[in-house]
């Protein structure tokens, strides 16, 4: 279920040994790539042009020649990006970050402390990586955020909708198994382990902790609570809530979230009442009681 590595990607990191990285470098960044290793701090931080492209990159940076890095996006020290990737303009690959061959990391994208598998593809203003959401109030009633110091690792062939959020983990990694598809804008909070093939509709939310199988779909504007576990299988229907485990494969919705024949049954019940006589959305009712005298409406909601 767990994601498998970026780095494995680079098992056979041969690629590298087929030309002189100078020959991809503009005259600038060759003679940057040149200086002697006991060179001023300054130095060591120098970012140089990829002529595949024109983005700027960390000459401490592991990147394959086949590699397209467009104008304006950067790639920080000691990254590491597979044949064959490609990295929008805007975006930002930071510090040991690990891409794997064939990504496509789209316009104004920001990967931080994580490592992205195989054929990936992370579109527009997607964030990965960033601190989560955690917070304590220590013994003078201050509060004080808590350290988050894991990563986030994303399996092969997933895909991350454009402006969706996954953060990276305060006492494990976050996981994102193959496979998976994430709609836009979807937040996805520190710790949180989705299984493979796993599908997530646009504005769903996932709090911290929550442990998720494999083969899971969740309908748009799902929420789930924080450190909850589903199983392998469950479908939950359109802006459900999901507040405790479901260990049982299924359909499932509401809120709290059900199984989805308890749902619909309670959905109807709650039609059924609100059709009895005295109730304001009853249709023989005037619609001066529904909306108040001198109310211009006709009745329509």
Request: aromatic content about 6%; hydrophobic content about 40%; charged content about 20%.
């Amino acid at each position: 279920m767990a994601a498998i590595s970026g780095r494995r990607a680079f098992s056979a990191l041969s690629f590298l040994s087929r030309r002189p990285l100078s020959q991809h470098l503009s005259p600038i960044s060759s003679r940057a790539n040149s200086m002697d290793v006991g060179e001023t701090a300054r130095d060591s931080f120098e970012f140089v042009k990829w002529n595949n492209g024109g983005g700027l990159f960390h000459k401490t940076a592991l990147i394959d020649p086949s590699v397209f890095i467009e104008v304006g996006a950067i790639v920080h020290q000691e990254a590491i990006i597979g044949a064959d990737a490609r990295i929008g303009s805007g975006s930002i690959v930071g510090p040991f970050v690990t891409i794997g061959q064939s990504a496509n990391i789209q316009y104004n994208t920001t990967l931080s402390n994580c490592s992205v598998g195989l054929s990936c593809v992370i579109q527009n203003g997607a964030s990965i990586g960033q601190d989560g959401f955690g917070f304590f109030v220590d013994n003078e009633g201050n509060m004080m955020k808590k350290p988050q110091m894991f990563f986030v690792r994303i399996g092969d062939n997933v895909e991350i909708g454009a402006n969706s959020c996954i953060d990276r983990g305060s006492w494990r990694d976050t996981v994102i198994g193959d496979y998976t598809k994430i709609d836009n804008l979807v937040q996805i909070g520190h710790n949180v382990v989705i299984g493979k093939c796993c599908m997530l509709c646009g504005q769903v939310g996932i709090a911290g902790s929550v442990t998720m199988g494999d083969y899971c779909t969740l309908g748009g504007r799902v929420a789930v609570k924080d450190h909850v576990t589903i199983s392998s299988k469950v479908r939950l229907a359109a802006n459900s809530c999901v507040t405790k485990d479901i260990q049982e494969p299924g359909d499932y919705g509401g809120f709290p979230a059900v199984p989805i024949h308890e749902w619909r049954r309670q959905s109807a019940i709650v039609r059924q009442l609100a059709k009895k006589k005295g109730s304001p959305v009853h249709k023989d009712i005037p619609a001066h009681r529904v909306f108040g005298e001198g109310s211009h409406h006709k009745g329509e909601m």
